[in-house]
């Protein structure tokens, strides 16, 4: 809805069509409570989207106020519904979204405000789940979303995906799209653990962006397939009981082979280059994980080998720890704890209760539950919504009754 609203608006507009967009969805708080949810809730917000852009666009004052240049168009009266049709038309939506996704990445700003702007603009990101997914401060997300508004209302028209510029900026769209499948994958808001619908709108824009020729290189084909080997693990994420399941307890039986099958093509497709970038080996790692029909099959060496490359190309502390965990099954546990207390840069993960819950299990695995339950103790009050905490709480439990 942004990125057709912008066609029609100019990217220096870019608050009205945010209003415009946000006076929709309040409208169908208002709708919706007396009739109930339509049946195609995406298709009454962008229809209730479109009727108020041509409200917009009738208003001369509104004119004046946002877009002087929109007063030719108010000089044809007959010619705005006709335009406005034509920027709400499937294809016209499809490359908006490609142009906009590409503006946000403009090389003026620095990458990590890039990805900040393509999460929360086309993605429709808080800076809340922005901080998480970047390990970062709310505040701090706050400024480069601002500082990055400002450029792009600098730029006045959305980039053009011939500009010779488009290579550069293709790495931190896939960035992006990267870190909103991650968001949905591990739920790093208040709201769930998992959040499905994020991780398909994530493989939606990598189809998107594979759709478009320039775009469709082998690091997009095994960025697409790390998002489909994941994507087939999703329906295991919880139990039964809605409950957080661990990879190594989830029930194989419940992994969706379709989604799964065709991440390993897109695996093999993305060979077909001379890259070898992240997006290979961690499609790799999860396609090692994919072939194990249990915990006890998983080629554990593999995965490590793949960790240890996957640490050349972008170290990283989240990297290291999950290296560190695929080390203790290869090794044991001792041996893994000896790993991740050793990771370079790990106050970073201060806030992140992954590290601490790991060690957690570790000490468990070795027989040292009270060691355990403090450290699962440390990762509780850093939980970012209640089914982590939950799954922490049955961990500490399991160590008090050890």
């Known amino acids: 809805m942004i990125a057709a609203l912008t066609r029609l608006f100019g990217v220096h507009n870019l608050p009205l069509a945010e209003d415009v967009v946000q006076d929709a969805f309040c409208r169908a708080l208002e709708v919706w409570k007396v009739r109930g949810v339509p049946e195609n809730p995406g298709a009454w917000l962008m229809m209730t989207a479109k009727n108020r852009a041509l409200d917009v666009l009738r208003r001369e004052r509104t004119a004046r106020t946002f877009a002087p240049d929109l007063r030719r168009q108010l000089a044809a009266e007959a010619t705005l519904a006709p335009a406005v049709d034509e920027a709400f038309a499937e294809r016209a939506i499809r490359d908006e979204q490609l142009r906009m996704m590409f503006s946000c990445c403009h090389p003026r700003l620095a990458e990590d405000v890039q990805v900040a702007l393509v999460l929360n603009i086309l993605c429709g990101f808080g800076a809340g789940e922005i901080a998480a997914a970047f390990l970062s401060g709310r505040a701090a997300i706050e400024k480069r979303i601002t500082r990055g508004k400002k450029t792009l209302a600098r730029a006045k028209r959305l980039f053009d995906l011939a500009d010779r510029e488009f290579v550069a900026r293709l790495s931190t769209v896939r960035r992006a799209l990267y870190l909103l499948f991650n968001e949905g994958y591990h739920g790093a808001s208040g709201e769930a653990a998992v959040r499905v619908e994020l991780c398909a709108e994530a493989i939606r824009l990598a189809e998107l962006l ?13 960025l697409a397939a790390l998002m489909y080997l994941h994507a087939a693990r999703l329906p295991a994420r919880l139990d039964g009981a809605g409950e957080l399941s661990s990879l190594l307890d989830q029930d194989r039986s419940r992994w969706d082979l379709r989604l799964g099958a065709q991440g390993l093509a897109l695996l093999e497709r993305s060979a077909a280059g001379q890259t070898l970038s992240a997006y290979h080996l961690e ?14 099959d998983t080629d554990w060496k593999l995965i490590v080998s793949l960790y240890d490359r996957l640490m050349a190309v972008t170290p990283s502390p989240v990297v290291a720890l999950n290296r560190a965990v695929a080390i203790a099954h290869r090794d044991g546990p001792a041996r893994g704890i000896d790993e991740l207390r050793a990771i370079a840069d790990r106050d970073r993960l201060e806030r992140y209760p992954f590290y601490p819950a790991a060690i957690g299990e570790l000490e468990l695995r070795r027989g040292n539950p009270d060691a355990a339950r403090r450290q699962f103790s440390t990762a509780l009050p850093l939980t970012r919504n209640a089914t982590e905490r939950r799954y922490l709480e049955k961990r500490i439990q399991k160590c008090v009754s050890f």
Request: net charge negative; proline share 11%; no cysteine.
């Open 283 to 296: 499609a790799a790692i999860a396609a090692a994980h994919a072939a194990a029909p249990g915990v006890e």
């Open 210 to 222: 594979r759709g478009y020729l320039p775009a469709a290189s082998p690091e997009t084909d095994a």
